[in-house]
């Protein structure tokens, strides 16, 4: 009788650590930078992708002498929409 409390507290333990869980937090990174860099005292415009970067308005940068802002955010097509796109050449061409 007692392994079969054992057991059962055990399972119970099992199950409340795999439900008390919560999902990964998706903290916004930045894949890449191009142009990866520039000449000291000039000013250029950069393109940056990543994930989970919807909503960004500001940049933070380690080190000194370089400062960055959030000028436009384009977010990728979803499938939905490059089907339509697709569509919508199809339908175009067809009539050239």
Known sequence: MESLRGHAI???AMLLAIGSR???QRAPHIGYIYPAG????TT???S???QYLDGAASVVVS???IQARVI?????LNG???ALLRDRLAELQALL
Do not use: D, S, V
């Open 44 to 46: 250029l415009r950069a």
């Open 38 to 41: 520039a000449r000291q005292g």
């Open 10 to 12: 055990l399972w119970a």
């Open 80 to 82: 939905k929409e490059i």
């Open 72 to 76: 436009e955010h384009i977010k990728p």
């Open 22 to 24: 919560t999902p990964a």
């Open 48 to 50: 940056m992708a990543g």
């Open 63 to 65: 080190g000194e002498g």
